[in-house]
Nanobody, 116 residues
């Protein structure tokens, strides 16, 4: 079955960097558009980044543009979110998502806390 498993979250100081990973299985990952979304502690949800197929065009929320980079390794069925210049406002649970056969699938999330 379709499965997405995030990893790489944790505690990081302001200004630091972190790379989130998302392992995909059970579907044709290379042909699926993918996204990262985050849920803030107050439960608000924000779309973070997206990579389309074909072509690999990327899109980012204004709040993360220039600091976050979405990428994928289709050979490994992996999705990544490289985060730099992290701010306390980036504290959230981060979810990866993939669209397959017109259905969106989500992982269980990985928490990121930005604090000194």
């Amino acid at each position: 079955q379709v499965q997405l498993v995030e990893s790489g979250g944790g505690l990081v100081q302001p200004g630091g960097s972190l790379r989130l990973s998302c392992a995909a299985s059970g579907f044709t990952f290379s042909s699926s558009p993918v996204s990262w979304v985050r849920q803030f502690p107050g439960k608000g949800i924000e779309w973070v980044a997206r990579m389309d197929v074909p072509g690999g065009n990327t899109y980012y929320a204004e709040s993360v543009k220039g600091r976050f980079t979405i990428s994928r390794d289709n050979a490994k069925n992996m999705l990544y979110l490289q985060m730099a210049s992290l701010e306390p406002e980036d504290t959230a649970v981060y979810y990866c998502s993939a669209k397959y056969l017109m259905t969106s699938y989500w992982g269980q999330g990985t928490p990121v806390t930005v604090s000194s």
